[in-house]
T-cell receptor, first 110, second 112 residues
Framework: QKEVEQNSGPLSVPEGAIASLNCTYS??????FFWYRQYSGKSPELIMFIYSNGDKEDGRFTAQLNKASQYVSLLIRDSQPSDSATYLCAVMTHADGLTFGKGTHLIIQP | NAGVTQTPKFQVLKTGQSMTLQCAQDMNHNSMYWYRQDPGMGLRLIYY???????DKGEVPNGYNVSRLNKREFSLRLESAAPSQTSVYFC???????????FGPGTRLLVL
């Protein structure tokens, strides 16, 4: 059984601070890792993807992957109220779709 | 380029009724997926189709059937709806292995 674990939150972060979202996964064969953002009542939208160990930066977002520890994280710098959403960690192995965590609800406080 | 489209947006069914959820993508993607999302349960894979002509069960396939009509379209059928199938259903598609999936806007289904 492939599992992806996230703290459900809510995680409350002051505006302008760094939000840190964490995810662990059980399947060591996992190869691709994704972070999606989902606003209430909307579909998931891709924020970041990462395949290799280390950091990957895209604007205010940084994804971090540590395959040895089976750990993925997402950092959001200079957090804005518009970043308030649920963040879904997803892991892909082969062709059988994504396994999602239950999501972390992030609240950016103005 | 509409991406992934789903119909209907919202549906109310009575227990025992049947219905088909439609999904289409215009990105020439090979793989298509159906997920359901329930509060506290996250997104769970129902069925997927790795390529035209193939379908496979995901994590929660019971009570559902699928058809990959052609490369563009992937439908999900509930033969005899149950209240436990009340959920939000998302269709997704993907190009090459390892690439991300793109999601449709979702169908909200209420089974009374």
């Amino acid at each position: 059984q492939k599992e992806v674990e996230q703290n459900s939150g809510p995680l409350s972060v002051p505006e302008g601070a760094i939000a840190s979202l964490n995810c662990t996964y059980s399947d060591r064969g996992s190869q691709s890792f994704f972070w999606y953002r989902q606003y209430s009542g909307k579909s998931p939208e891709l924020i970041m993807f990462i395949y290799s160990n280390g950091d990957k930066e895209d604007g205010r977002f940084t994804a971090q992957l540590n395959k040895a520890s089976q750990y993925v994280s997402l950092l959001i710098r200079d957090s804005q109220p518009s970043d308030s959403a649920t963040y879904l960690c997803a892991v892909m192995t082969h062709a059988d779709g994504l396994t999602f965590g239950k999501g972390t609800h992030l609240i950016i406080q103005p | 380029n509409a991406g992934v489209t789903q119909t209907p947006k919202f549906q109310v069914l009575k227990t025992g009724q049947s219905m088909t959820l439609q999904c289409a993508q215009d990105m020439n993607h090979n793989s298509m997926y159906w997920y359901r999302q329930d509060p506290g349960m996250g997104l769970r894979l129902i069925y997927y189709s790795a390529s035209e002509g193939t379908t496979d069960k995901g994590e929660v396939p019971n009570g559902y059937n699928v058809s990959r009509l052609n490369k563009r379209e992937f439908s999900l059928r509930l033969e005899s709806a149950a209240p436990s199938q009340t959920s939000v259903y998302f269709c997704a598609s993907r190009g090459q292995p390892g690439e991300t999936q793109y999601f449709g806007p979702g169908t909200r289904l209420l089974v009374l």
